[in-house]
């Protein structure tokens, strides 16, 4: 069972208002999400994961399987926190959570893209539930999931996310 490229859940352009350009998308997508299915792909084609479902090859793999595996699924994880409709304070139970755990919104916000700015070189800004809502970054490909936290939203801070836009 080979790992496949998800669909993105928006057209390439949907996110020019908010500051991601078609191109930007294409190229991160297109080519860099690309490139970690395929060499995925080839390194898990003929061995005992290339059944395997991706999050189980995360959790067993390590060196470039692992990074590409770990990629994959941080990519496909980053494309559906994006929304050409999203953005603003939520509300309902998330809303309630985040208040609880950070005291306000603007608090979280603050401290989310704090992680962004100072995760040096490449990496990711996460909110995570791990028993409570935290916000934790990670380097390079790591994920929560490999530390038993379950993401429930990132920023890719990988110059590939936005460089094309911002030269």
Known sequence: MAIELPPLPFAPDALESKGLS???IEYHYGKHHQA???NLNGMIEGTDKADLPLEQIIMEADGGMFNNAAQVWNHTFYWNCLSPSGGGEPSGELGDAINSAFGSFDTFADEFATAAKTQF?????WLVDDGGLKVEKTANADLPLKH????LLT???????YYIDYR
């Open 22 to 24: 078609k191109e930007t």
């Open 36 to 38: 970690y299915v395929t």
């Open 121 to 125: 070189g490449s990496g990711w800004a």
């Open 148 to 151: 038993g936290a379950k993401a």
């Open 155 to 161: 920023i890719d801070v990988w110059e590939h996310a």
